[in-house]
């Protein structure tokens, strides 16, 4: 059963920092892409941050590029996400995705989500 489990959501202060972190089971969890994702009040979910399985190079929406930091530890199947500078803009559920494209005409890519995390960011 695969699990993808995000924790380390709260209150912040803006200005503040925050680390998110989401543990993943039941996949090999290197061969996956990893992303996060947010859903601000009314709001569609969006893409923030994306770090691949083969280059581990990380991508970032513009809105928090230069502020977050996603990272990746495949040893112990967790991806992070750093949040520095923190706006109250970015008050969201935090959602932690991990991705793989299956090569193959009978098979469906997988693609799991996390429940999500709250963050709140007060001025």
């Known amino acids: 059963q695969v699990q993808v489990v995000e924790s380390g959501g709260g209150l912040v202060q803006s200005g503040g920092s925050m680390t998110l972190s989401c543990v993943t089971s039941?996949?090999?969890?290197?061969?996956?892409?990893l992303s996060w994702y947010r859903q601000g009040p009314g709001k569609e979910r969006g893409l923030i941050a994306r770090?691949?399985?083969?280059?581990?190079?990380?991508t970032y929406a513009d809105s928090v590029r230069g502020r977050f930091t996603i990272s990746r530890d495949n040893d112990k199947n967790t991806a992070y996400l750093q949040m520095n500078r923190l706006k109250t803009k970015d008050t969201a559920t935090y959602y932690c995705?991990?991705?793989?494209?299956?090569?193959?005409?009978?098979?469906?890519?997988?693609?799991?989500w996390g429940q999500g995390t709250q963050v709140n960011v007060s001025s």
């Open positions: 039941g996949i090999i969890f290197r061969n996956y892409d």
């Open positions: 995705n991990a991705f793989r494209r299956v090569p193959s005409d009978y098979e469906p890519d997988r693609n799991y």
């Open positions: 770090i691949t399985s083969a280059s581990g190079r990380p």
